[in-house]
Every structure is written in structure tokens, then in C-alpha cells.
T-cell receptor, first 115, second 111 residues
Framework: ETGVTQSPTHLIKTRGQQVTLRCSSQ?????VSWYQQALGQGPQFIFQ???????GRGNFPPRFSGLQFPNYSSELNVNALELDDSALYLC??????????????FGSGTQLSVL | AQRVTQPEKLLSVFKGAPVELKCNYS??????LFWYVQYSRQRLQLLLR??SRESIKGFTADLNKGETSFHLKKPFAQEEDSAMYYC?????????????FGTGTRLLVSP
């Protein structure tokens, strides 16, 4: 059983640039969600993808967007980077999009620094 | 609004002492409550969930709807319990896996 993998592990960008983060879901999982974790805070939900469609979104602006591919891998794109976007970005996969008591499997995250 | 409050940033106890990590929540509907744990240099992982009424690694948590709490307890702490603990909430029947996390409590168990 392969776990959730994220790349890259670390990234440094400049304000105004664009970034793409990648996630490979756990084998057999068709649902992926993305979280932003600022320093000293708990993870905050960005959005979820199920079968290549976004089916839930948190309080993040449209410059945060995503994709899910037929093999259930996923991307998080952030345009027009701001200093406050500096955070750890976590990807989590699960077996069923809205099932009760569903367990999320998290990746190790991508640490993004915006200068 | 959905909100999870963990009032303690750090909880320091000695090995063998009882542990209680506090979690209070705010949610207008029926919530699912979870505890996630992150050990040093490891990824965030599920510890337990209230619906399963399970005990994992000696930890238990009871959902108290009257007090809107979901405190995590263990009668005798072990050094290997040292980690970051996050309480999380999800609304039932929302159709997606949005978890609302607290800010976390770091548990430090000293020998």
C-alpha cells in the first residue's frame, strides 16, 4: 500500500509569482483535499476534489485552484503569490468523498516560502 | 460557524501521570469529532474518531454534546505519547471531507 506523496518538499517563491504543488493519492483513493497550515496554526481546508471535480471549498480566494487527474493525482495552483501564502500545504486522500467517519491520509506536505 | 478550540498550546506531564487534552467545539448541526496526532518527523495521522468509540494506544475521547467538548484522555502517559495533537470537527452529511482543526496542543511526557 503506497501512501500519500507530495512534491516538492520545500519551495521558495517571490511575491507575485505562481506555484504548482503536486500530490499523489493513496492507492485506491478517489478523493483528495488540500489544507494550508500556517505556522502555529492547525490545518485549514482549501478545497476537495472527487472524480476530477471540485466538490467543496473553504474560505480561499479564486487564485487558489486545483486539478485532479484520472489517476487521482492532484495539483494545487496558487497565482499571484502573497507573503501570507507562506505555509505548509498538506494533501489528504480518502476513499469516499462524503462518507461518515471517513479517515483522511495525509502527505508530509510542501513547505512554501514567499519572499 | 464551525470552530474548534484547544486552549492549551503545551501540556507537560511526567511519565505515568494522567493526561487530558482539552477540545471544545462550536457547530450548529451534528458533528463528527476526531483527534489527529503528529509525532516528531512524521505526517499527520488519525488517532481516533468519536463515532467509532474506540480506544487507541490507551487514549479515549467522549463526545459531550451538552458541554460541546471532546477531550482526549489517557490514564498513564508514556514518553512515546509526546507529539502534537489536533482536535478536528466535520459536519455530518456535508458531502465532502472538510475538517476544521484546532490550533493543536503539544504534549510533552518527561521521564
Amino acid at each position: 500500500e503506497t501512501g500519500v506523496t507530495q512534491s516538492p518538499t520545500h519551495l521558495i517563491k517571490t511575491r507575485g509569482q505562481q506555484v504548482t504543488l503536486r500530490c499523489s493519492s493513496q492507492s485506491g483513493h478517489n478523493t483528495v483535499s488540500w489544507y494550508q497550515q500556517a505556522l502555529g496554526q492547525g490545518p485549514q481546508f482549501i478545497f476537495q476534489y472527487y472524480r476530477e471535480e471540485e466538490n467543496g471549498r473553504g474560505n480561499f480566494p479564486p487564485r487558489f485552484s486545483g486539478l485532479q487527474f484520472p489517476n487521482y493525482s492532484s495539483e494545487l495552483n496558487v497565482n499571484a503569490l502573497e507573503l501570507d501564502d507562506s505555509a505548509l500545504y498538506l494533501c489528504a486522500s480518502s476513499l469516499k468523498a462524503g462518507a461518515t467517519n471517513e479517515k483522511l491520509f495525509f502527505g508530509s506536505g510542501t513547505q512554501l516560502s514567499v519572499l | 460557524a464551525q470552530r474548534v478550540t484547544q486552549p492549551e498550546k503545551l501540556l507537560s506531564v511526567f511519565k505515568g501521570a494522567p493526561v487530558e487534552l482539552k477540545c471544545n467545539y462550536s457547530y450548529s448541526g451534528s458533528p463528527e469529532l476526531f483527534w489527529y496526532v503528529q509525532y516528531s518527523r512524521q505526517r499527520l495521522q488519525l488517532l481516533l474518531r468519536h463515532i467509532s468509540r474506540e480506544s487507541i494506544k490507551g487514549f479515549t475521547a467522549d463526545l459531550n454534546k451538552g458541554e460541546t467538548s471532546f477531550h482526549l484522555k489517557k490514564p498513564f502517559a508514556q514518553e512515546e505519547d509526546s507529539a502534537m495533537y489536533y482536535c478536528a470537527l466535520r459536519g455530518l452529511n456535508t458531502g465532502f471531507q472538510k475538517l476544521v482543526f484546532g490550533t493543536g496542543t503539544r504534549l510533552l511526557v518527561s521521564p
